[in-house]
């Protein structure tokens, strides 16, 4: 038996479907030492099986809540669960399916100090450092964080359908940097700068956890919904070589 969370409620004989309070929600990755790595990976799919549970919850929540939407007193906790280390229940299996997935230019983030030449007569030229990181995050609704534990994180990355590019590549976890050094002429009365806007690989989809014992009256629950498109994996896309892809821009201004 599972619990269903969907747009428009589907009834099945002996299956409860109801419709909590959805919120929005964006999550960094936290680095949980001590996670088994089991993972069984397949294209578009990520099962983590875990250490067998009888089905009986351990210890209550801790009031994380980790799950955006859900009210944990009504129903399963179920990223907190899948994440470990939470109270609950342990699940048998946390598997993320993905739906769609795109590659597009990120946001631009400033690369570099603002370098000034208000008082000056003549363009002067400068010289600059520019650096830049960014790791995966992983979002509910486009915008509500959601922490992810390191074991918790092999789910979503079997799930991401790899980069069959040959000059490109993505891995959930990696933190990718790219630093520069850059010359450019600030003509008097003006300030400079530099931005970097970074290529991103966008995935979204469902979760489905499995417990050994009824958890709220379900075995089977799916986050938010079966077929869903509203967890949210966003991760850099770098170079063959490890560095971060993306596009430096250069701006001025009046001081």
């Not at 397949?42 to 009888?54: H, K, R, Y």
């Not at 209550?60 to 609950?88: E, F, K, M, Q, R």
């Not at 630093?179 to 002429?185: D, F, K, P, R, Y």
């Not at 966003?234 to 560095?243: C, F, I, K, M």
Request: with cysteine; charged share 20%.
């Amino acid at each position: 038996m599972s619990g269903h969370l969907t747009g428009l409620p589907r009834h099945h004989i002996g299956e409860r479907v109801a419709r909590p309070d959805e919120g929005n929600v964006s999550m960094n990755i936290l680095k949980a030492a001590g996670r088994r790595r089991l993972g069984l990976l397949a294209p578009a799919l990520a099962v983590l099986i875990l250490p067998f549970s009888t089905g009986t919850a351990s210890a209550a929540y801790d009031n994380s809540n980790l799950t955006p939407g859900w009210n944990p007193n009504s129903y399963p906790d179920v990223i907190a669960d899948c994440d470990g280390g939470h109270g609950g229940m342990t699940p048998d299996l946390c598997q993320y399916h993905e739906t769609k997935a795109w590659t597009a230019l990120g946001k631009r983030h400033q690369a570099t100090n603002v370098v000034a030449n208000c008082a000056g007569s003549d363009n002067e030229s400068y010289t600059f450092t520019a650096s830049y990181a960014t790791n995966t995050s992983y979002t509910y609704e486009e915008e509500q964080k959601l922490e992810v534990g390191s074991g918790f994180s092999d789910v979503f990355e079997g799930g991401v359908k790899a980069s069959v590019s040959s000059t490109e590549k993505w891995t959930l976890g990696d933190t990718r940097t790219t630093t520069q050094t850059l010359t450019n002429t600030i003509r008097p009365g003006y300030k400079g700068a530099y931005w970097f806007a970074p290529y991103v690989r966008h995935s979204r989809g469902w979760l489905e956890v499995h417990y050994n014992k009824r958890n709220h009256g379900h075995y089977f629950w799916y986050y938010p919904g079966k077929g869903a498109s509203k967890v949210g994996v966003d991760t850099p896309v770098a170079l063959n070589s490890g560095e971060l892809k993306g596009v430096m821009h250069w701006a001025v201004w009046k001081c």
